[in-house]
């Protein structure tokens, strides 16, 4: 899959660089025999940022006879999807005309360094912004692009929901990632989760409609003993009838995660307003990685989650808590009435 993956990468960027002519999706435009008139480029293909953060996607253009352009420049910022077959729009400038769109509209702008930059900036980063943008410069006739990759500091977790294992289309999915302050992971989000120890047994979506699952340490039951270790494919599966779990991705958030400290255990119920009544709200699954992963939170007490889940995060392993390995430990989906655990809550900062 990864090969695969480097593979369509490898083209995009040939038919992009190759001097005679390139390729945009079915359409091949010819260019004179003395080379491009137009050259668009980004300094880095790859910009690394979080949740929250502001970033700039590098782009400038070079055109053959600068002074004597008569012909007014447009710039188009569109993002591929996941599975390259499609662009979504995020900005477009001519002149003094400018419009973004969709949820980057107020959150995107050129940064015009100089006059040939058409650098885009991004400010307050989401987690749906994580993906691949094409830079395109377009003046008269002559038309150019370069690709920039948006990768977010975060942490890939497994998730299924309370109706247990194997439920989830693709839809669903989706949502359950969106539920727990987190979105559908990508191939390459769970390829670098598993190049830094990510090891489940069971198959999970990711957003390009694949089902796959990471293994380091290979065992009988998932795939077998004698294979090498390696994200294991299951392929393209029909979105609306195949069930998996899935694999959601979250990064750095903008609040406090932490364990609540109350006189007694509670149930599900009584979670949900021992919270509130701390100004908070019962913390999501997205929020105890994200604490975990990103801030180090370690607290050996099993307490509950927006889901319904039990769940607690260690960061230092130790006796009785996560002897072997650091985690955020799952206790299970107790029955709510349970009144044997504390609670996790969040505050968001605004
Ligand atoms: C561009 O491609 C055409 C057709 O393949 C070829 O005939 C021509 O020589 C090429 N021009 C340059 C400058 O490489
Ligand atoms: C991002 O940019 C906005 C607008 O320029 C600014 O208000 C905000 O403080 C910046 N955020 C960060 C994290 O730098």
């Not at 995660?257 to 019962?282: M, N, R, W």
């Not at 072997?324 to 900062?349: Q, S």
């Amino acid at each position: 899959m990864k090969n695969l993956l480097f593979l369509v990468l490898i083209s995009i960027c040939w038919a992009e660089h190759t001097g005679n002519y390139t390729l945009e999706r079915d359409r091949i435009i010819h260019i004179q025999e003395n080379g491009p008139r137009l050259l668009v480029e980004s300094e880095q293909t790859k910009v690394f940022s979080h949740r929250g953060g502001n970033i700039t996607l590098p782009c400038k253009f070079y055109r053959e006879h600068a002074s004597a352009g008569s012909g007014k420049i447009r710039i188009k910022w569109t993002k591929l999807t996941s599975d390259y077959l499609k662009e979504v729009d995020v900005f477009v400038a001519m002149g003094l005309h400018q419009k973004s769109y969709g949820n980057y509209q107020g959150r995107v702008f050129l940064k015009k360094s100089s006059e040939n930059d058409a650098s885009l900036v991004i400010i307050d980063i989401t987690l749906e912004d994580y993906g691949r943008y094409k830079c395109e410069v377009i003046e008269g006739l002559e038309d150019d692009t370069a690709v920039v990759s948006l990768d977010l500091q975060g942490v890939v977790f497994p998730y299924f929901p309370r109706f247990g294992r194997y439920h989830l289309n693709f839809h669903e999915a989706q949502q359950a990632c969106l539920d727990q302050d987190s979105v559908i992971a990508s191939f390459d989000q769970l390829y670098d989760a598993w190049r830094s120890g990510l090891d489940w047994c069971n198959a999970g979506w990711l957003n390009d409609g694949s089902v796959q699952y990471p293994i380091t340490k290979p065992r009988e039951p998932c795939g077998g003993k004698n294979t090498v270790p390696g994200v294991r494919n299951y392929g393209f599966w029909d979105k609306a009838k195949s069930r998996y779990d899935v694999f959601c991705f979250t990064s750095n958030f903008n609040g406090r995660f932490y364990y609540l400290i109350h006189p007694t255990k509670l149930t599900y119920d009584e979670a949900v307003q021992a919270c509130l009544k701390d100004g908070s709200q019962i913390a999501k699954v997205g929020q105890i990685f994200a604490a975990w992963k990103l801030l180090g939170y370690d607290r050996c007490d099993a307490g509950w989650l927006a889901d319904g889940s039990v769940r607690y995060p260690i960061s230092r392993p130790r006796r009785r808590c996560s002897p072997d390995e650091a985690a955020v430990r799952f206790v299970g989906f107790p029955d709510k009435k349970h009144k044997l655990y504390g609670v996790y809550c969040f505050r968001a900062y605004n």
